[in-house]
């Protein structure tokens, strides 16, 4: 029995009527479980179902494919730039947002910390601090940023053909998520989201900002590795929860950034406690001051303890700026330190190392 590949994969789909090769992407064979992702325009979705049902059930028949899988995606019209006729994968060569003074990363271990919110109110509050912000969302396969500040319009571009962000609360912002579909998953390789990630710096008419904010997503992958060893990072910052399980993960990306020379600014305990609305009872749902010890264990800075409160969620899902003053005040508080730990001058470009995580 042959073992099925991509190449097979892809030769077997092109007897299938209705689909052309350059539609099919994002092919993985894994003993024998095989998906894929078939690109489509949002306004084709429903006509094309018949032709992915008849895609997956040839590939099932394949020798050595114990199971087939294809997901329709719908990606919305890009921009000229975002549409490459060069393979996905290709760089961009232009310099990574040359007037922007310094870029800092707002990173976690693992998802589900609250980073992405984090990062959304850091922004805000720098904004507040008199800073020139913007905020780019590097979480390709889970871009939230659009939402959080209540922007879903496709950016335009300019007569240089570098894409125009498009401005919330003050901020600039870009996304991977304005030029998909907001439910479409998206199926790509490493190197296919290294060039996506270089496109959102090295392509977007960011101008002159004080800094700009990039969520990262979580993890320690091809995302977070491309970023940190070709972007002039100022440094970075690490979002925990106080429990045991999400330090560990927090310890890894500390190690990351280190292995690749990027100073880590500090530590932020998400969660880190909540106050009761009705009897103002303090509970620490989570434990408690984790971050805090693990910042002291790993000699970095500790920069605060956010709450769980339920006005930082609503603000969020509402792309809306915070109204709770006291937590307005805990992440202008937050966002002070990271400033005054700041170079003075510029962020050079630092060579590339290789970072065995």
């Not at 993985?28 to 084709?44: M, Y």
């Not at 549409?83 to 990363?105: D, G």
């Not at 995302?223 to 106080?242: E, F, M």
Request: aromatic residues 4%; proline residues 8%; contains cysteine.
């Amino acid at each position: 029995m042959t073992a099925p590949t991509a190449k097979t994969v892809h030769d077997c789909l092109k007897s299938i009527p209705g689909l052309t090769p350059d539609m099919v992407s994002g092919i993985s064979v894994d003993a024998g479980k095989v998906v894929f992702a078939i690109e489509v325009e949002p306004s084709q979705a429903k006509a094309m179902e018949p032709v992915r049902r008849a895609a997956e059930e040839a590939v099932r028949k394949m020798d050595g494919v114990a199971s087939a899988t294809a997901v329709l995606t719908a990606e919305r019209k890009a921009p000229p730039q975002m549409q490459a006729k060069q393979p996905m994968h290709k760089v961009s060569q232009r310099p990574v947002a040359p007037q922007v003074k310094h870029i800092v990363a707002v990173a976690s271990g693992k998802g589900g910390v609250g980073k992405s919110t984090v990062a959304a109110n850091l922004a805000h509050a720098l904004k507040a601090m008199g800073k020139k912000t913007g905020l780019l969302d590097a979480d390709i396969y889970g871009a939230s940023q659009p939402r959080m500040m209540g922007l879903r319009e496709r950016p335009e571009t300019d007569d240089a053909g570098l894409i125009i962000p498009p401005e919330a609360h003050g901020l600039k912002l870009m996304s991977m998520g304005f030029f998909v579909e907001e439910t479409a998953p998206v199926i790509w390789r490493g190197p296919m989201v290294h060039a996506a990630i270089q496109q959102l710096l090295r392509d977007v008419a960011w101008g002159e900002l004080d800094i700009l904010v990039i969520d990262l997503p979580p993890g320690t992958g091809d995302a977070q590795l491309s970023l940190v060893q070709n972007v002039p990072l100022s440094g970075a910052v690490i979002v925990s929860t106080p429990q045991d399980v999400a330090l560990s993960e927090a310890a890894k990306g500390l190690l990351m950034f280190q292995k690749v020379g990027v100073p880590v600014l500090g530590f932020i305990e998400n969660m880190s406690y909540h106050i009761c609305s009705s009897c103002g009872h303090r509970e620490e749902i989570f434990s408690h001051g984790g971050a805090r010890a693990a910042a002291e264990k790993m000699n970095v800075p500790f920069l605060g303890e956010i709450p769980l409160d339920a006005d930082v969620r609503i603000a969020a899902d509402a792309g809306a700026t915070l109204k709770n003053a006291a937590i307005e005040e805990v992440f202008k508080n937050i966002a002070a330190r990271i400033w005054m730990t700041l170079p003075a001058e510029k962020t050079v470009p630092r060579p590339p190392k290789a970072a065995r995580i």
